[in-house]
């Protein structure tokens, strides 16, 4: 049974930072791209962020460039969102997805997802 399984959600202060972690299980994802939404209350999942399989083709929305970075470990079969200078209005449940050969910011490129972790971000 495949399984994305995401953690590092919390409550955090404006201006600070987390570091999520996105780890699959059941098959290898070495060769799929992999991807991070979010979807706050009220609102569509959006795109945040996503990663090639080699990890050398990244993207991002563009209200977190220069602020979010995405990596993967593929000997860990986990990605990584690492979250600096956190905004209230990045407050969201976050999601982790795997699957489609280029990093995609449509969410129907991804095969699979994960349950999503809470990020809360105060003023």
């Known amino acids: 049974q495949v399984q994305l399984v995401e953690s590092g959600g919390g409550l955090v202060q404006a201006g600070g930072s987390l570091r999520l972690s996105c780890a699959a299980s059941g098959r290898t994802f070495s060769s799929d791209a992999m991807g991070w939404f979010r979807q706050a209350p009220g609102k569509e999942r959006e795109f945040v962020a996503a990663i090639s399989w080699s990890g050398v083709i990244t993207d991002y929305a563009d209200s977190v460039k220069g602020r979010f970075a995405i990596s993967r470990d593929n000997a860990k079969n986990t990605v990584y969102l690492q979250m600096n200078s956190l905004k209230p209005e990045d407050t969201a449940v976050y999601y982790c997805?795997?699957?489609?050969?280029?990093?995609?910011?449509?969410?129907?490129?991804?095969?699979?997802w994960g349950q999503g972790t809470q990020v809360t971000v105060s003023s």
């Open positions: 997805a795997a699957g489609g050969v280029t990093p995609s910011q449509a969410r129907h490129a991804y095969d699979y």
